[in-house]
């Protein structure tokens, strides 16, 4: 099982580009979610997906879209990217109704603005 | 203020030293996590709580639901402890996880 994947590793962009950010889990979890990690702070939930077709805002969510194709995937796109949004994106899944509830994170993505 | 918050923000040690991290939380929950964050970025979990106490090998982290306080602990600290660890709580009613800003943990040989 390869967990969480997330593409791209790294990436650049300028000022008013778009982009989208994959995210795929193997382990059949219900939940997935979109992160941003920022120097002084901790992680802040951008969008969750409980489950195919649903998603919901997290503290964070201007600038940025999501879509739930499937079980697997998680998707999170800048349509217009800022400086502002240059950050570490992390995306993860969690199973609520098992009772461990872990969520696993996927290795990131570092995003520079420019 | 935050709802999680996190102490020390930074802490140093010599090898074999016993180390505590702490967490405060201000809001009602059912769960606590304790994660490590790598330097090269990965996050893994490292526990699960919602009462008690848990052991896995040279970590153990309590639980103290009545005063809202987690505590993290390292017995016989390794230079590959070294890390940031996170301590998140997931507020009753939601499954999502608020986070605290890390204790970045140094080991020195």
């Known amino acids: 099982n390869a967990g969480v994947t997330q593409t791209p590793k790294f990436q650049v962009l300028k000022t008013g580009q778009s982009m989208t950010l994959q995210c795929a889990q193997d382990?059949?979890?219900?939940?997935m979610y979109w992160y941003r990690q920022d120097p002084g702070m901790g992680l802040r939930l951008i969008y969750y997906?409980?489950?195919?077709?649903?998603?919901d805002k997290g503290e964070v969510p201007n600038g940025y879209n999501v879509s739930r194709l499937n079980k697997r995937e998680f998707s999170l796109r800048l349509e217009s990217a800022a400086p502002s949004q240059t950050s570490v994106y992390f995306c993860?899944?969690?199973?609520?109704?098992?009772?461990?509830?872990?969520?696993?994170f996927g290795p990131g993505t570092r995003l520079l603005v420019l | 203020k935050n709802e999680v918050e996190q102490s020390p923000q930074n802490l140093t040690a010599q090898e074999g030293e016993f180390i505590t991290i702490n967490c405060s939380y201000s809001v009602g929950i059912s769960a606590l996590h304790w994660l490590q964050q790598h330097p090269g970025g990965g996050i893994v979990s490292l526990f699960m709580?919602?009462?008690g106490k848990k052991k896995h090998g040279r970590l153990i982290a309590t639980i103290n639901i009545q005063e809202k306080h987690s505590s993290l602990h390292i017995t016989a600290s390794h230079p590959r402890d070294s890390a940031v660890y996170i301590c998140?709580?997931?507020?009753?009613?939601?499954?999502?996880?608020?986070f605290g800003t890390g204790t970045r943990l140094q080991v020195f040989p």
């Open positions: 993860a899944s969690s199973d609520p109704t098992r009772s461990q509830e872990t969520q696993y």
């Open positions: 997906s409980a489950s195919e077709g649903t998603t």
């Open positions: 382990m059949n979890h219900n939940s």
């Open positions: 998140a709580v997931r507020r009753i009613g939601t499954d999502k996880l608020i």
């Open positions: 709580l919602s009462s």
